[in-house]
């Protein structure tokens, strides 16, 4: 991090943003100018090491070569036409994700929201003949801020003070399959899980969980829903996490989910939300049942399409999976019981959660102040997610840097005499 005494240029954005925005966001006191591949610079010309990649985002880091050239491609030939219409990127795009997927539809919205917010719409017309409108989510959950996606999500805190929530979703404890087949009754119509749960914390289910989901939902009729606007686009390693979960479990092959939403890396950076219904039941949202102005358009499915052909093609889920793995094993190998404040390690490829000893916000704070971004969930986990395209050197960096903010709190605990918490 190249250091300069000058604030001045943050301050005045600081306060314009005091002024002029709702005040929704617990924001760090940081202001982006400019980004290139792993790295992004403040307007004080400050550099960080980016692994908070927006929010598992920027599959491909900053100022990609591959986006631009979409970017620049389709605003020179069609931006937007509206869904009265057909375009040749829609067309390919919802190919593409039925290809690595499995037989089905897409229906394409703007962000993680509104990709679940498809899902509840086709879980009640699923329901309807019968009565049936309930969804069953899990506890830790999070779906998104829309009032149904609100009402979904398994944390109270993100609940409270809007009340009253949309009915019908109940939430049960998660990875508990006695507890998940006892909470079905004649009105649930579907089951909505993350197989990783992100802003959760970062905990992963497993196969055999998700494969114990299906057959409660084989067994009562019910839809299953996974929610990867997270884990998707090649995060955990493959293009979706319950594909990298499901590996060498028994019925591995042929295991299918019957709603898929996804959102933030599809495009990795540009705005854009779909949502996958396994065959036949894509076609329950006939016309006029649901729609989106912009959902869709030419500009967002071109550039979709290029980021994850591109993504394909140059292997990087492999890639985030290996390097992922040797990013986790050399942060648990800090772990210590009592010595600084990391205390385990969770999560798949490019999708990693510290549990730390202190309040997550003061140690991504910190790690500001040391040049290096990461994102924390909840209150005692930060998050790394890099590039899918990180390099080895990016990933030596990190752990420095982790290695040395790790010890001087080690130091600090010494020094001051405290030692692990009771
Ligand atoms: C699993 C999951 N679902 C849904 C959402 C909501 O996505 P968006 O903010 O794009 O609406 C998020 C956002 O963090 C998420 O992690």
């Not at 600081?14 to 924001?27: D, G, I, M, Q």
């Not at 100022?63 to 631009?68: E, Q």
Request: glycine share 12%; hydrophobic share 40%; aromatic share 8%.
């Amino acid at each position: 991090m190249t250091t300069s005494r000058s604030n001045q240029a943050t301050e005045e954005i600081l306060e314009r943003y005091r002024r002029y925005l709702v005040p929704s966001y617990a924001r760090f006191p940081v202001a982006f100018a400019r980004g290139k591949g792993s790295y992004i610079w403040d307007v004080e010309g400050r550099r960080y090491l980016d692994f908070c990649g927006g929010i598992a985002v920027n599959g491909l880091g900053h100022a990609s070569p591959v986006l631009a050239k979409a970017l620049e491609e389709a605003a020179a030939r069609l931006v937007h036409c509206s869904n009265l219409y057909y375009h040749r990127a829609g067309a390919e795009l919802a190919e593409i994700l039925v290809h690595w997927i499995g037989p089905g539809k897409v229906f394409f919205s703007n962000s993680g929201a509104e990709a679940n917010e498809c899902l509840f719409k086709l879980a009640r017309r699923f329901g309807e003949a019968r009565g049936a409108f309930e969804i069953l989510t899990v506890e830790g959950s999070f779906h998104g801020r829309t009032l149904a996606a609100m009402a979904a999500t398994g944390q109270e805190k993100v609940r409270r003070g809007f009340g009253p929530a949309v009915p019908g979703f109940r939430h049960v404890p998660f990875l508990d399959l006695a507890e998940m087949e006892r909470s079905v009754g004649p009105a649930t119509a579907a089951i909505l899980v993350e197989p990783i749960q992100g802003e959760g914390g970062v905990r992963a289910a497993t196969g055999a969980y998700l494969r114990g989901l299906r057959r409660i939902c084989d067994r009562h009729g019910l839809l299953l829903f996974f929610d990867e606007v997270q884990t998707g686009a090649f995060r955990s390693g493959r293009f979706l996490a319950f594909q990298r979960l499901m590996e060498g479990c028994e019925e591995e092959a042929g295991f299918l989910p019957d709603g898929v939403a996804m959102a933030k890396g599809l495009a990795a950076g540009f705005p854009i939300g779909a949502t996958w219904i396994r065959d036949p039941y894509g076609d329950l949202l006939g016309p006029g049942s649901h729609a989106s102005t912009f959902g869709g358009s030419p500009l967002a499915c071109t550039v979709a399409a290029a980021v994850l052909r591109y993504m394909e093609a140059e292997g990087l889920g492999q890639e985030i999976r290996e390097k992922g793995e040797r990013l986790s094993r050399e942060v648990q190998a800090m772990a210590s019981p009592d010595h600084g404040w990391i205390e385990s390690v969770s999560g798949l490829g490019g999708l990693l959660g510290v549990r730390v000893r202190r309040s997550a916000r003061a140690v991504a704070e910190d790690l500001l102040a040391r040049g290096f971004l990461v994102a924390p969930a909840g209150d005692r986990v930060i998050r790394l997610l890099p590039p899918l395209n990180v390099s080895s050197e990016e990933i030596s960096e990190a752990i420095a840097i982790l290695r040395a903010a790790n010890e001087a709190e080690a130091q600090r605990g010494e020094n001051e005499g405290y030692g692990p918490p009771a």
